[in-house]
Each structure stands twice: as structure tokens, then as C-alpha cells.
């Protein structure tokens, strides 16, 4: 009976530490990428590399525009200029981004 219950409370000490979850039952709920804060400043065409929509579960619903230095500037959906160009992009590629 001793053995027993070691070996039982060993399986439950190991598995309440054990971090490792196989790769088919782990998910994410919460949003992807979403803005916290937002700029208002104007960037260079030619300095954009992409540009995505925030997840569609962000409160704030908005644009992440990457640029040549690898920055990440998150601006509101409202601003037009973002707009206008994350449409341009997706018109060139012939894909659609929205999510």
C-alpha cells in the first residue's frame, strides 16, 4: 500500500510541475496581435514593408504597419492614409488580408 501511494503522489507532483503539453491540444484564445497604444505620425511609403489588421478579437480595432528598420508602429483603423495603403497592397498582391 505504501508503494502505491508513493507512486501515485509521484505521478501527481510530476504532473503539477511538468510543463510539456503536446502540440495538438495546445491553442491560443486570447487575441494574436492587438494595439495597446497608437501613433499619429505618417510614414514614407517607401518605408513599409507590410501591413496587417489587428485580430478581429482586439477591442481597438486597427493597422500594424512594419517598416524598413523592422519597426512595428500600430495606428488607429481610422486613419486614412494606412488605409488607403494597406488596400493598395493587398490590390498588388491579389490577396486579401482581412481578417
Excluded at 11 to 33: E, H, S
Excluded at 69 to 95: D, H, P
Amino acid at each position: 500500500m505504501k508503494t502505491l501511494c508513493l507512486s501515485v503522489g509521484m505521478i501527481l507532483i510530476i504532473a503539477c510541475c511538468c510543463d510539456a503539453m503536446p502540440d495538438a491540444v495546445q491553442y491560443n484564445t486570447g487575441p494574436i496581435t492587438c494595439c495597446d497604444q497608437f501613433s499619429n505620425m505618417r510614414v514614407p511609403r517607401k518605408m513599409i514593408v507590410d501591413i496587417t489588421r489587428t485580430h478581429s478579437s482586439c477591442t481597438i480595432k486597427g493597422f500594424i504597419v512594419e517598416t524598413v528598420k523592422r519597426r512595428l508602429i500600430c495606428f488607429r483603423q481610422s486613419t486614412t492614409w494606412v488605409e488607403e495603403a494597406y488596400n493598395q497592397m493587398i490590390n498588388s498582391e491579389g490577396i486579401d488580408l482581412q481578417q
